[in-house]
């Protein structure tokens, strides 16, 4: 675990001393956008148009951030147009990193070592986190963007005009947008984000907090969910995707390892049927990779688990029905 300062790796975990335990997520640095005819688009500049095969995406199963845009990209049936690469789990001195000749877990464009040398490409002068995803322009040689929000809203329409997309789905639907916002604002801060702030706070009131924000946030969701079949509007949306990328971690990680322990995903009735609805969606189980996920977390994260031994439990079956086609 460790970041580039001015291009050069430097081993270190967060610094939590500055904020008094308190953990802050670094915003992303690379917030360029990949649009339909190329014209810049909210931020960052142009001359990044959608075009089948020029762009590469490098992912960690394990990642909660990447794993929205592997959903995307499956959602939007961009396979063919956008390829993928993996890191491999372990993420330790060096950061996230390559198994050149292992081809699960290799770069396939440039067979690096370590994903912070396509940083460097990107950037030699780069300081910051070295983090996934990252989406690459084969074109230009450079990182398009490495924030995973922005990274989906572009899979979610800038490549509909390419043959074989799927163009008629749409998860940010103009009408739903405030609604999706409000959602996405508060499952971000209090649940995607929350997990974090629980489990990499170094002070007792700080955990505290982040846990109470995030278990409050999980009982208003449990309620809204109780009475809808997902988050906003009648078909899933960014909105339901972004909390489902926390909620398949959740029993298997974030309950023990971040300490988010009041109860289990499972244990709520509505929230664990909807996660289930939502992982019988064609092509997204192909996303979930529980053994990687698991893997990652404790191995990699030496400051909460020293002993890296990966838990063999829970038991978990995302395949069992779920009942919410009535509430359709
Ligand atoms: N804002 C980014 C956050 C991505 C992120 O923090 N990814 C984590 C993996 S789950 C990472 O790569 N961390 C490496 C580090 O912080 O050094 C996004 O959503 O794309």
Redesign the pocket.
């Known amino acids: ?1 460790g ?1 580039l300062i001015d291009g050069k790796w430097h081993d270190q975990w967060y610094d939590t001393d500055k904020t008094g335990g308190k953990f802050e ?1 670094e915003a ?1 640095r690379f917030r360029n956008w990949v649009t339909a005819d190329g014209a810049p688009g909210p931020t960052g500049k142009g001359g990044f148009r959608a075009e089948s095969g020029r762009y590469h995406l490098y992912v ?1 199963m394990a ?3 990447a794993h929205r845009t592997l959903i995307f990209r499956a959602l939007k049936g961009l396979e063919a147009h956008v390829s993928v690469s993996v890191v491999h789990p372990d993420m330790v001195e060096n ?2 990193e390559f198994r050149p000749g292992d081809d699960r877990h290799r770069d396939h464009l440039h067979d690096f070592q370590f994903m912070h040398q396509l940083y460097t490409r990107a950037a030699s002068d780069y300081s910051g ?5 990252v989406l690459w322009d084969r074109q230009t040689q450079t990182i398009v963007s ?4 922005d990274i989906i809203r572009m899979f979610n329409s800038a490549f509909d005009e390419i043959d074989g997309v799927n163009s008629g789905l749409d998860c940010y639907p103009e009408p739903l947008r405030a609604d999706i916002d409000a959602v996405n604002d508060r499952v971000y801060r209090a649940v995607n984000n929350g997990v974090y702030k629980a489990g990499f706070a170094t002070a007792q009131d700080k955990y505290e907090e982040a846990y109470r924000e995030l278990f409050c946030a999980l009982d208003w969701l449990e309620e809204r969910l109780s009475a809808q079949r997902y988050l906003v509007g009648s078909q899933p949306t960014e909105a339901d995707w972004r909390l489902f990328t926390t909620l398949i971690r959740f029993d298997a990680v974030y309950f023990s390892h971040f300490k988010c322990n009041r109860q289990r995903i499972d244990d709520y009735p509505a929230l664990s049927a909807f996660l289930r609805d939502l992982y019988q969606v064609d092509g997204v189980a192909d996303t979930v990779d529980i053994g990687q996920i698991k893997r990652h977390y404790y191995v990699s994260q030496r400051t909460i688990n020293p002993t890296q031994i990966v838990p063999v439990g829970p038991e978990l079956d995302f395949s069992a029905p779920h009942g919410r086609e009535q509430l359709s």
């Open positions: 675990m970041l997520r992303a960690s990642c909660p951030w950061g996230w986190r070295v983090t996934v995803p490495n924030e995973s929000a």
